[in-house]
């Protein structure tokens, strides 16, 4: 069974950093990673993605402050949060193109709530 634990999430103050981590287990075969996150009352969002061959792609709200990257070898993604809002305020998910024995699959994390708030 195909499994995504994220980590790294907590309280930071405005201008903070935060570095999120979720690595994938039950398949070798991981595509498309990406970050999501929805805030309170709000609809989920893409946040960033990678591909398996390190394309990246960013909502414009998180350019220039956030930086997806991703561990092949660890079947892992990383999100690293810099110069941290209180609208960045959400619990993040993970999300994953995987390949198993019965065919692709978007497989979702359980999140990680994200706090900025002085």
């Known amino acids: 069974q195909v499994q995504l634990v994220e980590s790294g999430g907590g309280l930071v103050q405005p201008g903070g950093s935060l570095r999120l981590s979720c690595a994938v287990s039950?398949?070798?075969?991981?595509?498309?990673m990406r970050w999501y996150r929805q805030a309170s009352g709000k609809q989920r969002e893409p946040v960033a993605g990678i591909t398996s061959a390190g394309t990246t792609n960013y909502a414009d709200s998180v350019k220039g402050r956030f930086t997806i990257s991703r561990d092949n070898a660890k079947n892992t993604v990383y999100l690293q949060m810099n110069g941290l809002k209180p609208e960045d305020t959400a619990i993040y998910y993970c999300?994953?193109?995987?390949?198993?024995?019965?065919?692709?699959?978007?497989?979702w994390g359980q999140g990680t709530p994200v706090t900025v708030s002085s």
């Open positions: 039950g398949t070798s075969l991981v595509y498309d």
């Open positions: 999300n994953a193109l995987v390949y198993t024995a019965g065919g692709y699959s978007n497989v």
